[in-house]
């Protein structure tokens, strides 16, 4: 074990305040200190891709069939949840689904957070392994740090720590005409490129999936994902072309078919029959390919 990792033991892998030795979460920014711990052990830096999108875009969703997909082998990845806190957000989403209702919304305060620390690599592709962290996120804290930089410091230090960003927006809205996915997309994209600030003339080389969500509603979408975008989201798009370098866009969905019924308020909720996840692990698999 190196020397400089050992030392941060105490230090969060985020905001690398210190913490007391017993600590479960980070004083400063609430994410787990399990993560420096495990970084310790594996004696090497982690990775951290982060999946950001607007709210009730599907972040929790996705991130859960993805992390779920992955510790079944899907694509011919070996994934390892290192600790058994790794394991919460898909074992919700995948218990929600199964009986038919979609997981609650991820609370806006940072210590009720899902976390995923897990060992990957794709066995076709190479022997490198990959130390991965990825947090779900709400989606209101991150509009709130987009519109007001560094208001949620652990989200501002985690994605300045991103080794690259799996943007979700929602297809199904944007396909319907309205501007709200494209306005945050393009909010989004420039956040991202304030973080990853280079000279004007130069582009972004961090690598980003722009990932079009609930495409089971727009299946045009699957057929050629940019030009969906470039037609339905031409101002993320132009930005997407003028400052990143490392872009590509991508379809993705996990219900197959969809009812609508009404809870005990009398609320009209919508219903997953089943789930039939396409386009899930392409734009992680590309992400993976570009560190």
């Known amino acids: 074990m190196s020397s400089a990792l050992a030392e941060r033991i ?27 711990q495990e970084a310790v052990q594996q004696d090497r830096e982690p990775c951290i891709v982060s999946v950001i999108g607007d709210t009730n875009v599907g972040k929790t969703v996705y991130l859960g069939f993805l992390l779920d997909m992955l510790s079944k082998r899907a694509g011919d ?48 592709g190479g ?62 994209m420039s956040y991202v490129d304030d973080m990853f600030a280079v000279k004007r003339g130069d582009k972004i080389d961090v690598p980003v999936a722009v990932v079009l969500c609930k495409a089971d509603y727009c299946p045009e979408s699957f057929d050629n994902p940019a030009k969906f975008a470039q ?30 019924g009404t809870d005990e308020d009398g609320n009209i909720v919508s219903v997953p029959l089943h789930c039939a996840p396409r386009g899930i692990l392409e734009p992680f698999q590309w992400i993976l390919s570009r560190l």
């Open 10 to 36: 105490h230090y969060c892998l985020i905001c690398e305040a210190k913490n007391d030795p017993e600590a479960v979460l980070c004083s400063e920014c609430s994410a787990p200190m399990a993560l420096i």
């Open 77 to 124: 990845f070996e994934a390892i949840p290192k600790g058994a806190y790794s394991v919460n957000l898909q074992q919700a989403v995948i218990s929600y689904l199964s009986r038919r209702g979609f997981p609650p919304k991820t609370p806006s305060e940072v210590d009720l957070w899902n976390w995923a620390y897990y060992q990957v690599v794709q066995r076709r």
């Open 127 to 188: 022997t490198n392994w990959f130390d991965l962290v990825m947090p779900d996120m709400a989606g209101e804290a991150l509009a709130a740090e987009v519109d007001n930089p560094k208001s949620f410091q652990v989200i501002h230090n985690l994605l300045a720590k991103s080794e690259g960003c799996i943007v979700l927006i929602d297809a199904a809205v944007a396909s319907t005409g309205s501007p709200q996915p494209d306005f945050f997309g393009l909010k989004l």
């Open 231 to 260: 037609t339905n989201l031409n101002r993320t798009w132009n930005i997407c072309e003028a400052r990143f370098q490392n872009v590509q866009f991508f379809a993705a969905s996990v219900v197959g078919s969809l009812a609508y």
